[in-house]
């Protein structure tokens, strides 16, 4: 793809805006920012829908910030198995942001980091779990949208439905793919962006630094995550 045809065409997938802002879960004031800040399309000009109504019992999670415990959450896959957090304390959790449908998804799953990255680690440590926050009836929502999508883009890994958005909003994921990791002792080490390149295009950029990757690296190393935020 020419430079030209790039620019064209993310600017039409910056128009888009269903996948760069999750229908379920409006922006959350999320410390160390994590939240994402509005583009120029106009996204600053247009007022985050009010939270749905919680369901019967429902408990409100603590906010994400990092360094601090990454709030807990109990959600169903796709498979119809339960998957918490809690259940993989001692490990590297890693944390993706889904929509299948978005274009950011479709080209980082298909030509850019996130092609086979989440398998790629096997049976480490490391624990990567996908969640759709997106409401019934909104761009990749729907069931056969994400068995579409898993099957797509080969996903081994879990894809968790948290369709009435709370724990997207308790992590502040505001956009697709926004990514979180969290270190052995269950705290939040990395919140943002997958990497430094335009939409998932790798071409984009003279030198990519995958930030989840170095999160990970760094978290299993031991040391101090070198970049804990970056913009999602």
Not at 196 to 216: E, Q
Request: aromatic share 6%.
């Amino acid at each position: 793809m020419t430079t030209t045809q790039r620019v064209a065409a993310l600017g039409l997938v910056w128009l888009l805006s269903a996948c760069s802002k999750q229908a379920s879960a409006p922006p959350a004031s999320v410390k160390a920012d994590t939240t994402a800040t509005a583009t120029a399309t106009g996204d600053a000009a247009t007022k985050p829908a009010a939270a749905p109504p919680k369901p019967a019992g429902a408990v409100a999670l603590a906010k994400a910030e990092i360094g601090k415990p990454a709030p807990a959450f109990s959600l169903t896959a796709l498979d119809g198995k339960t998957v918490t957090l809690a259940q993989h304390k001692g490990k590297i959790v890693v944390l993706e942001w889904f929509n299948p449908d978005c274009p950011f998804v479709r080209q980082s799953h298909t030509e850019g980091s996130l092609k086979g990255l989440g398998d790629s680690y096997g049976k480490t440590d490391v624990v990567w779990l996908a969640i759709n926050s997106n409401a019934a009836g909104k761009q990749g929502a729907s069931r056969e949208a994400n068995e579409a999508g898993v099957k797509k883009y080969g996903i081994s890994y879990p894809v968790l439905i948290d369709a009435d958005g709370r724990v997207g909003r308790a992590y502040g994921a505001t956009r697709t793919p926004q990514m979180y990791v969290i270190d052995k002792a269950g705290l939040l080490v990395y919140a943002g962006g997958l990497d430094n390149s335009s939409g998932g295009d790798v071409d984009d950029v003279p030198k990519l630094v995958n930030f989840v990757k170095s999160a990970v690296a760094d978290t299993t190393a031991g040391r101090a995550v070198a970049s804990p935020t970056s913009e999602p």
